[in-house]
């Protein structure tokens, strides 16, 4: 029978700053010692077993059976006629809007004469190669699949590799293959968890090593991306991507239902996610604590949702204006604005991973079609970390050129401060080019 855990409104104004930051607190704000124990010891025994360790985790985790980690391009091929056609449709539609909308983020070089003789540039190159980590398991996301292939695919990245965590029975979903088909993706694997992350930033016989590694995950995927990244020289990650979180802001009209059909919609994610509603409305808060109780128990996956509300938190604020605050200072992964002219709150709004204006704005558009991505930093990231573009999948680098007449300018400039730091081959890096020159 399911169990709905009590979910009680809580009032922000008058509790001290210890209590707020309780309030606020993520579940899993401190990863416990022997998870990242756990997730280094996978990482290193894939690091020196290849595939025998990535195939023995595969088989201990996710399907006893499996004896190959490639999906055979044959599989690839015929994955559009294996998924019905109102889906290949929906996955159609989503990457025409995801592409167009990463499409418009190309990256321009810039060419600048700093002063006479002087030029300087910032050229932007993609990546070589990349790995992108599309969750699996107890659900199907070909929309991930969307979210990471078509950036990867729009950069002209030379080598994409899509790993996932294959089903019990050793298969990836049909439209999962699909959906990585139509970003240009022929280097599959089934393999997930910490011991994905681990082969495609070390290698193994059957998998090279990329040079960064994109994609959200639970909290094994997510440390062992922070280790890897700590530890394999030349990969990088895209962004600290952990268990979903849903920040609602709403006001005395928003809809009840709404919202809690909203807060639902990631609490569904996961058992670790994290829900929240700031409202100055008692009476808007009550109805959505009635609605969740009621809608929770008709979803397919209400046991996670359940477990995930234990972690919510409805919030009564004194206006909307401290709710904005308090969210700026919580920094939400998804951040939902059902509030009556709520585009005059923007630019107060800095400090999320993507923002939902009005209330025809659900979240899980977002998460599949409206053309934004729903890769986004969590866990408070949304502070430094920005969502996932098309950038991310370049790296930008610098050019000059110097004129002999250039460089007699400049010298002085570099020499002066060369000899104040005390860095003389630097300033004779410039003084022997002037003198022979003279």
């Not at 990546?127 to 950069?155: E, F, K, R």
């Not at 994609?215 to 030349?234: D, E, F, M």
């Not at 919580?330 to 509030?339: G, T």
Request: aromatic share 6%; net charge negative; with cysteine.
């Amino acid at each position: 029978m399911l169990t709905i855990p009590s979910i009680a409104v809580q009032q922000w104004q008058g509790l001290g700053q210890s209590a707020q930051q309780q309030l606020l607190q993520r579940p899993l704000a401190e990863q416990d010692s022997a998870l990242k124990q756990q997730v280094q010891t996978i990482c290193e025994a894939v690091k020196t077993g290849g595939d025998k360790a990535l195939l023995g985790y595969t088989q201990s985790f996710d399907c006893a059976t499996l004896t190959e980690l490639a999906v055979a391009p044959e599989q690839i091929a015929s994955a559009e006629q294996a998924v019905s056609a109102d889906v290949r449709a929906a996955i159609d539609a989503a990457y025409a809007n995801i592409y167009a909308f990463h499409q418009r983020q190309q990256p321009r070089d810039i060419v600048v004469e700093t002063q006479q003789g002087v030029t300087c540039e910032q050229r932007f190159a993609a990546l070589d190669a990349v790995g992108l980590y599309v969750p699996g398991g107890s659900a199907v996301l070909p929309s991930t699949a969307l979210m990471l292939g078509i950036p990867a695919q729009l950069a002209g990245c030379r080598r994409v590799v899509l790993v996932s965590p294959p089903s019990a029975s050793g298969e990836l979903p049909a439209a999962l293959l699909y959906a990585a088909k139509r970003c240009g993706i022929s280097e599959i694997y089934r393999c997930g968890g910490a011991q994905a992350i681990a082969a495609l930033a070390y290698g193994t016989e059957s998998i090279a090593s990329v040079d960064k590694i994109f994609g959200p995950g639970n909290r094994y995927v997510t440390q062992a991306k922070q280790y890897i990244a700590n530890s394999v020289a030349g990969c990088s990650i895209d962004m600290p991507a952990g268990p979903s979180e849903l920040m609602v802001i709403a006001d005395s009209r928003a809809n009840p239902r709404y919202i809690a059909a909203d807060l639902l919609s990631q609490a569904e994610h996961g058992a670790d996610s994290q829900v929240l509603l700031l409202t100055p409305s008692l009476a808007l808060a009550d109805a959505v604590v009635s609605e969740l109780r009621q809608q929770v128990g008709s979803l397919s996956r209400a046991d996670i949702a359940a477990q995930a509300l234990a972690n919510s938190r409805i919030i009564l604020v004194n206006a909307i204006q401290q709710a904005i605050e308090i969210s700026q200072r919580y920094a939400p992964e998804h951040l939902s604005l059902q509030l009556e002219d709520a585009e005059q709150w923007l630019p107060q709004l800095t400090r999320a991973g993507s923002i939902f204006v009005g209330d025809y704005t659900p979240e899980s558009g977002g998460d599949y079609a409206t053309g934004t991505n729903h890769v986004l930093p969590t866990n408070g990231y949304a502070k430094s970390f920005s969502s996932l573009g098309l950038t991310d999948f370049y790296r930008r680098y610098t050019v000059q050129t110097v004129t002999a007449d250039g460089l007699r300018q400049l010298a002085p400039t570099i020499t002066t401060l060369a000899n104040l730091e005390g860095l003389d081959a630097h300033a004779r890096a410039v003084s022997i080019r002037v003198e022979e020159r003279s």
